[in-house]
């Protein structure tokens, strides 16, 4: 049974940064994608950010130049580096890893707004 687990959220003014970190229970190597997604209230679920198994990375056109999204392989962990934030940011943000046909989620961690 894959796990996932985020960390690192919390609550952040306007202009700040967060980083965020998924922990895979199993060496991050075997699933094709692991990306960031976020869930608002009110909004439909959006994708942020991901890296591919190749270590490629894509990006959402609203974070490109604010969020860098990093890997280590070695920790088990895909990291989200979160610059500039502000309120449309605020959401719950899951990380999910695609295995073939299987798709893995965490439970997530809250970013909410301070301001």
């Known amino acids: 049974q894959v796990r996932l687990v985020e960390s690192g959220g919390g609550s952040v003014q306007p202009g700040g940064s967060l980083r965020l970190s998924c922990a895979a229970s199993e060496s991050i190597l075997d699933f094709d994608y692991v990306g960031w997604y976020r869930r608002a209230p009110g909004k439909l679920r959006e994708s942020i950010a991901g890296v591919h198994s190749g270590e490629g990375t894509t990006y959402a056109d609203y974070v490109k130049g604010r969020f860098t999204v990093s890997r280590d392989t070695d920790k088990k962990l895909v990291d989200l580096q979160m610059n500039s934030l502000n309120a449309e940011d605020a959401a719950v943000h899951l990380c999910?890893?695609?295995?073939?046909?299987?798709?893995?989620w965490g439970q997530g961690t809250q970013v909410t707004d301070a301001s």
């Open positions: 999910k890893a695609d295995s073939g046909y299987y798709n893995h």
